[in-house]
């Protein structure tokens, strides 16, 4: 379970950086950046709501790994 949440987190920030790479070429007009935010503008326009759900995925995860090692 552990490494799905973990998985997850990596997936979720992976995004949240192309979304942010993708604002911020947006003002040069670049065709990938158009039409990834064309695609999802609210994630083009807040890519922390995905850097926070990446964050909680880690929590969890984390918290899922070292619940694990403990009660073993």
């Known amino acids: 379970m552990a490494v ?3 998985f997850f987190a990596i997936a979720l920030g ?3 950086a192309i ?3 993708a604002h911020g070429q947006l003002y040069y007009g670049t065709s ?3 039409s990834a935010c ?3 503008p ?3 326009g807040h890519p922390e709501y995905l850097a926070y ?3 909680g995925c880690l929590v969890l ?3 899922a790994a070292l619940g694990g090692a403990l009660s073993s």
């Open 14 to 16: 992976a995004a949240a």
């Open 61 to 63: 995860g984390l918290g």
């Open 19 to 21: 979304f942010s790479n």
């Open 53 to 55: 759900a990446a964050g």
């Open 4 to 6: 799905i949440f973990i």
């Open 32 to 34: 990938w950046a158009v």
């Open 42 to 44: 609210l994630f083009c």
């Open 38 to 40: 064309e695609t999802a």
